[in-house]
Every structure is written in C-alpha cells, then in structure tokens.
C-alpha cells in the first residue's frame, strides 16, 4: 500500500481517535448511551467517531467515499438518536411499511439505497465502460454493505474487524484508498470497541460498510458487482433467521478470531 492509500489510512485512524477522545469527554447526552449485550453501559460516540475519521481519509480519494461515509453515518444516526427498536430487521421494518407504519429503520433503508446510488454515480463518472444498470447495481452494493456491517455490530471488535478484513482485498485496486479510509478509521476506534466501552451502532456500522462497499464499486465492474450483490443479499436473508453469533461461536476459526483483542470476563 502506498502513496494516497496511505494518507487516507493515516488521517482516518488519527481524525477517528480524536474524535472519539473529544466527543467522550464533551458529549454528556444519554441519548447515546447503551446497554450491550453483556449488560454493560457502552457510548454510541463512537459511530460519529468513525464517520469523522473517515470522513477525512476518503476525502483524498474523491467525492464517492465522503458521500458514502457522511450519507451513511446520518441515516444511522437518525436510527440511533430516534429509533424506538419496535420493528428489527429488513422483515421487520418491510412489515411495519406494510401496515402504514413509517419507522425510522425504514427511513434508514430508503436513505442508504439513495446513498448507494449517489455513490455508483460519483465513482461512475470517468468510466465510460459503465451502464446506468451497472450503476444501480453498485448502489445495491453501497447499500448492502452498510446494512451487512451493522448486523455483525453485535459483539465487541466484530464489525471493525470485518471491515478491516474486507478492506484489505481492495487495497490495491481502483478503490484503494476508499478501503484505507475504512480501515484505517476502524483502527483508530479499534481499543474502546473491543474493550467494550463503546460501539459503533448504527452511525458507524453503516458508514463502515458503505465506504468498503464504495471501494469495491470503485474496483469492479458490472460481474464483480453482482457477485458482490448476490452474496450480500444471501448474507442479509440468512440473517433474518440464523444467527451470525451462533454460527461464528460454533465455528472454529472464525469463533478465536472473533474473540481475539477482548478482555477475558
């Protein structure tokens, strides 16, 4: 990896440790206060954390992953800040738009697909190779990504982890340092996750998703998209009835990697 990757990588890891340092200190509202899954108090400020990082490492690559990171992060701040947790999951939030029942998750899904294809748009325009169908697959893509993220945000370390090791594919291609961004700002936020002090919700699951997301339209064209769809789709649909902790606790491998960086309890 070098030269903008880089920059990107080393702004993004910095600007997200910061960030967290100062939002903790000088954000008292209980609004972003949690309860984990262990019962601990956790803070949500690390989403705006990530979202500021890498916010300022894809600014080196271009429009694409600043829409996707600052687009993202609002319509998951949105959920975080009012969202009431009465309708869960795509199913969930699809049935309550069934009955009349506008939530903010379902807010949330239509504003990620419009980010998503805001940001195909942007990271489209200088390949002439491009259709408007390949278009609106990459911003299924962005979408996808972000909403896969933010199903995994459920035990420390997890969700940066899989947007560190999917960033690492792409780091060497067209999208390059869209992935560095993503990477690094995970990096930066990585100690108070896995401590188990903080989370990224859905602020920051879904930025970090749609900024890898970005990355891997940035690098692909139409085949490698709909592959990627396809396997995001599967993922999304599997979880609305299997559960991806049982699954990676049941799982050797994947299980230590999963619990590797956490304070033994």
């Known amino acids: ?26 954000v008292r509202s209980p609004r972003w206060a949690r309860t984990n ?7 949500l400020l690390e989403g705006p954390a990530y979202v500021a990082g890498a916010t300022l490492g894809a600014v080196v690559g271009g429009p694409a ?4 990171t600052v687009g993202s992060g609002a319509f998951g701040a949105l959920d975080d ?5 009465s309708s869960k999951g795509l199913r969930g939030h699809l049935g309550a738009a069934a009955r009349g029942e506008v939530t903010t998750g379902a807010v949330k899904v239509v504003g990620l697909g419009v980010t998503g294809l805001v940001c195909a748009a942007l990271a489209d325009r200088r390949r002439p190779d491009t259709s408007l169908v390949d278009t609106v697959v990459g911003g299924a893509v962005v979408a996808g990504a972000a909403n896969l993220v933010n199903l995994l945000d459920l035990r420390p370390g997890r969700a940066l982890k899989a947007t560190m090791l999917a960033a690492v594919p792409l780091l060497a291609g067209p999208g390059g340092t869209s992935a560095a961004a993503g990477a690094g700002a995970a990096l930066g936020v990585l100690a108070p996750d896995l401590a188990g002090r903080a989370m990224l919700g859905d602020t920051g699951a879904n930025a970090a998703g749609a900024l890898v997301g970005t990355a891997l339209v940035e690098g692909t064209g139409r085949r490698g998209r709909v592959v990627a769809l396809a396997v995001l789709t599967g993922l ?5 009835r299997v559960s991806f902790t049982r699954v990676i606790e049941s799982t050797p491998g994947l299980r230590e990697l999963d619990a590797w960086g956490r304070p033994a309890r």
């Open 1 to 26: 990896m070098s030269g903008r990757p880089v920059v990107a990588a080393a702004l993004a890891a910095t600007g997200a440790a910061l960030a967290h340092r100062a939002l903790t200190r000088g």
């Open 81 to 85: 800040l009012a969202g009431d947790g």
């Open 236 to 240: 999304t649909l599997v979880s609305e």
């Open 65 to 68: 992953g600043v829409v996707a």
């Open 37 to 43: 899954h262990a019962g601990d108090p956790v803070t």
